[in-house]
């Protein structure tokens, strides 16, 4: 037994893993030997997010053989976002180290980014691929043009927002509630937090396999994306100042004109539908338009308050878990993150 099998993780490494089977024994080989004694104690958070190649049964292998890694196995595939949730809600370790499974980030890194962590003056370091490896025009150029976007509307002053290689303060990543695809903006999430970010270079590794399971398309998804965020940036904890400066608009250009419309009918007694039709039903629609926009800001305003009032449940559930002794619990059917039924109980 090592003198370091008894003590809490100081360290966890979470992976998300999908149809990677190729790549789990060599990156676990290599993630061991770069934490080996100076980054210990530490624990492996392996998520698989429901495979269906020999994933799971290389995952397995890995947690029989060592005792500090823990196997996540997904009721279904979730999505990178959700992996990673599972994988922090599991951590425990005070720096959560997050990377890609596919060996396109290298281990080596680790050490820099941990001794830039170790400074104490930021709780997030984001992996910074200056040399990209990836097509120019399908991969780099849109990459390019999202990350500085990114940047200027989150106000976060950094150029990778797309790398999972990252390192996280605990109680920072654990206050961050993620869902959808939002991964890539957790850096803008955690600074509207006041967490401090900073930027280690990192090294682009071409994947052994030579794909990636995003492509193209990915690139107006992440347009949305940003959307979201500009309005969880801004506009999360009071959604009626979104939608009522509109609202208002709306209705106060329309009742202009209605009541411009009924003046003119009270002094000339025109025919208001003959003469004015198209104007008036303009007028009706913006004053339409302005009560649901007033309406959703309302509705907005009471859901925000349900949401900070009511306990946050998992999005995900876990099909079964390998490992985890330093929890006291087996190998076997777990849904709940642990210490969640604590803090319900608590509530």
């Not at 709780?123 to 097509?135: K, L, P």
């Not at 193209?216 to 949305?224: A, C, G, K, M, N």
Request: proline fraction near 5%; hydrophobic fraction near 45%; include cysteine.
């Amino acid at each position: 037994m090592r003198e370091y099998d008894n003590l809490p993780p100081k360290y966890s490494v979470v992976v998300p893993f999908h149809d990677e089977q190729e790549s789990v024994l060599e990156l676990h080989r290599k993630l061991s030997e770069v934490m080996a004694g100076r980054y210990e104690p530490v624990e492996f958070i392996y998520v698989d997010d429901q495979s269906k190649d020999a994933t799971p049964q290389r995952l397995a292998e890995v947690a029989e053989l060592d005792p500090r890694v823990t196997v996540l196995r997904l009721k279904r595939n979730y999505g990178q976002t959700t992996a990673l949730a599972a994988g922090f809600d599991y951590a425990t370790g005070d720096a959560i180290i997050s990377m890609d499974g596919d060996l396109q980030h290298d281990p080596a890194d680790i050490p820099a980014m941990l001794e830039r962590f170790a400074s104490g003056d930021c709780e997030i370091v984001s992996g910074w691929r200056q040399h990209r490896v990836d097509n120019f025009f399908l991969r780099r150029v849109p990459s390019r043009a999202a990350n500085w976007v990114m940047a200027k509307l989150s106000g976060v002053d950094i150029h990778d927002f797309g790398t999972t290689f990252k390192v996280y303060r605990r109680d920072t990543i654990k206050s961050i509630h993620l869902y959808g695809e939002m991964h890539r903006f957790i850096p803008a999430l955690a600074s509207w937090n006041g967490a401090n970010v900073v930027e280690v270079p990192i090294r682009n590794i071409v994947r052994p396999e030579g794909k990636s399971h995003y492509g193209i398309s990915r690139t107006l998804r992440v347009l949305f994306d940003i959307i979201t965020i500009r309005f969880l940036m801004r506009y999360m904890t009071r959604p009626l100042h979104f939608f009522g400066p509109p609202g208002l608009l709306g209705i106060s250009v329309g009742s202009v004109i209605l009541f411009g419309l009924f003046v003119e009918k009270i002094l000339w007694n025109i025919d208001l539908f003959a003469e004015h039709g198209p104007l008036m039903l303009l007028a009706m629609m913006l004053c339409l338009f302005g009560v649901q926009l007033l309406a959703l800001g309302l509705v907005g305003e009471l859901l925000m308050r349900t949401h900070f009032e009511s306990g946050a449940e998992p999005v995900y559930r876990i099909e079964r878990i390998i490992g985890r002794s330093r929890l006291g619990t087996t190998s076997g059917e777990l849904s709940d993150p642990p210490f969640a039924a604590a803090k319900r109980a608590a509530k």
